[in-house]
């Protein structure tokens, strides 16, 4: 009996030292395939904020090219100019005048 016994005991043992060996090699094999992942995702945001920033800088050149536009147009036509401010104030306070006259009535 003691010799089953420690049979099954070394038997036992081994299978478990293999199944250790056999986790840690997958548990190394995951952990290598998850830096590798985390890199090429740290890449791609690196690239997209490249793009995002790109875009950015392209559209705070436009924004300021319209700037220098409108500018250009005051200096010119200033008569224009304050007629055009005149005529869009009103439109927006008659637009708000409407809108909050709306919400009273309901």
């Not at 005991?9 to 056999?22: P, T, V």
């Not at 998850?34 to 800088?57: F, H, Y």
């Given at each position: 009996?003691?010799?089953?016994?420690?049979?099954?005991?070394?038997?036992?043992?081994?299978?478990?030292?293999?199944?250790?060996?056999?986790?840690?090699?997958?548990?190394?094999?995951?952990?290598?395939?998850?830096?590798?992942?985390?890199?090429?995702?740290?890449?791609?945001?690196?690239?997209?904020?490249?793009?995002?920033?790109?875009?950015?800088?392209?559209?705070?050149?436009?924004?300021?090219?319209?700037?220098?536009?409108?500018?250009?147009?005051?200096?010119?036509?200033?008569?224009?100019?304050?007629?055009?401010?005149?005529?869009?104030?009103?439109?927006?306070g008659g637009l708000v005048v409407t809108v909050f006259s709306r919400s009273r009535r309901q």
């Open positions: 009996m003691d010799k089953s016994y420690n049979e099954t005991l070394n038997g036992a043992s081994s299978k478990a030292n293999e199944f250790k060996r056999s986790a840690e090699s997958q548990a190394k094999e995951y952990t290598s395939q998850l830096d590798k992942l985390s890199e090429d995702a740290g890449k791609k945001v690196g690239e997209m904020a490249d793009q995002v920033r790109a875009m950015s800088e392209d559209y705070l050149q436009t924004g300021r090219e319209y700037l220098r536009t409108g500018q250009k147009y005051v200096k010119s036509h200033p008569e224009k100019s304050i007629a055009m401010a005149v005529g869009i104030g009103a439109v927006i």
